[in-house]
């Protein structure tokens, strides 16, 4: 059974940044289109950004959510064993527990199309 870990989330001020990271456990990444998605208290789980492979090994392409559009990048490692959430100009509405996802499919927007979550990591962004 593949496990997907995140890790990198923490306490952050306002306008700061910080960079997440999402692994398989035992396995590379580089064949999965991977997302992003958070879920504040109260809040319905939340779309993020997802990276999907190209038919080049050197391109991928990435979507993301309005929200963070501009402000949030997610990028993956030569290898694809790795994948990031380059978060930057943090505000308090970031604040949330931040989980990665991947599916062997097509990325999507949608939660239902990934099979791989993991626990999460908290993010929280201050002041």
């Known amino acids: 059974q593949v496990q997907v870990v995140e890790s990198g989330g923490g306490l952050v001020q306002a306008g700061g940044s910080l960079r997440l990271s999402c692994t398989a456990s035992?396995?590379?990444?580089?064949?999965?289109?991977v997302a992003w998605f958070r879920q504040a208290p109260g809040k319905e789980r939340e779309f993020v950004g997802f990276?999907?492979?190209?038919?080049?090994?050197?391109?991928?392409?990435?979507y993301y959510a309005d929200s963070v559009k501009g402000r949030f990048t997610i990028s993956r490692d030569n290898a694809g064993d790795t994948v990031y959430l380059q978060m930057n100009s943090l505000r308090a509405e970031d604040t949330a527990v931040y989980y990665c996802?991947?599916?062997?499919?097509?990325?999507?927007?949608?939660?239902?199309?990934?099979?791989?979550w993991g626990r999460g990591t908290q993010v929280t962004v201050s002041s």
């Open positions: 035992g396995r590379t990444l580089s064949n999965y289109a």
């Open positions: 996802a991947a599916t062997m499919a097509r990325g999507s927007s949608a939660a239902d199309a990934y099979d791989l």
């Open positions: 990276v999907r492979r190209t038919s080049s090994a050197y391109l991928i392409r990435t």
